[in-house]
């Protein structure tokens, strides 16, 4: 079945460090792709997503691009804050997001002033 | 305030009993969907609604656990003779057929 494998956390960065967290997925089919963010206290956030191939979603800085040749979709930015401190999961969709989500374990990240 | 709510957040409960919880989607949409979390993991799917009609109920854990969405609205989770392995954070989240999935804020359930 259809599977999510994102890099193990807990990452902890200093303020205004590059971040990137992998994820890759196994599907059939072309599935669409999304990066959740969980901060502490609240519910799970859509932070961006991307529906085919080549795409690229971005959204408070967060950047994902779909790359279907290596199956991946990973989560960058150019300059954490500390408010960025979260949990993040990787997520697919065998269409644009409107059947059950399949998600990884998610990977904690921590900012330090 | 027109997200998803869930009810209660918190549930303590002792092995043997049952419980049930709600979800409220957002007023439009038409799909729900309720997922179960345990510590250090990504939500798991457990079933989902379109309106009143609940499309897959296949991966719901157990015959312990149903669900009911009876207007196309609201829905109830139960779960009968709890067991220490259900204590868990359990999602609902709403949608359509064209957007993503919003979730609630969650309940924890803690068995005993």
């Known amino acids: 079945g259809d599977s999510v494998t994102q890099m193990e956390g807990p990452v902890t960065l200093s303020e205004e460090a590059f971040l990137t967290i992998n994820c890759t997925y196994t599907a059939t089919g072309y599935p669409s792709l999304f990066w959740y963010v969980q901060y502490p206290g609240e519910g799970l956030q859509l932070l961006l997503k991307?529906?085919?191939?080549?795409d690229k979603g971005s959204n408070k800085g967060f950047e994902a691009t779909y790359r279907k040749e290596t199956t991946s979709f990973h989560l960058e930015k150019g300059s954490v804050q500390v408010s960025d401190s979260a949990v993040y999961f990787c997520a697919l969709s065998d269409t644009t997001g409107n059947t059950p989500l399949v998600f990884g374990k998610g990977t904690r990240l921590s900012v330090i002033a | 305030d027109t997200g998803v709510s869930q009810d209660p957040r918190h549930k303590i409960t002792k092995r043997g009993q049952n419980v049930t919880f709600r979800c409220d989607p957002i007023s439009e949409h038409n799909r729900l969907y309720w997922y179960r979390q345990t510590l250090g993991q990504g939500p798991e799917f457990l079933t989902y609604?379109?309106?009143?009609?609940?499309?897959?109920k296949s991966r719901l854990l157990s015959d312990r656990f149903s669900a009911e969405r009876p207007k196309g609205s609201f829905s109830t989770l139960e779960i009968q003779r709890t067991e220490q392995g259900d204590s868990a954070m359990y999602l609902c989240?709403?949608?359509?057929?064209?957007?993503?999935?919003?979730f609630g804020p969650g309940t924890r359930l803690t068995v005993l």
């Open positions: 991307a529906t085919k191939a080549d």
């Open positions: 609604f379109q309106n009143e009609a609940q499309l897959e």
């Open positions: 989240a709403s949608g359509t057929e064209y957007n993503e999935q919003f």
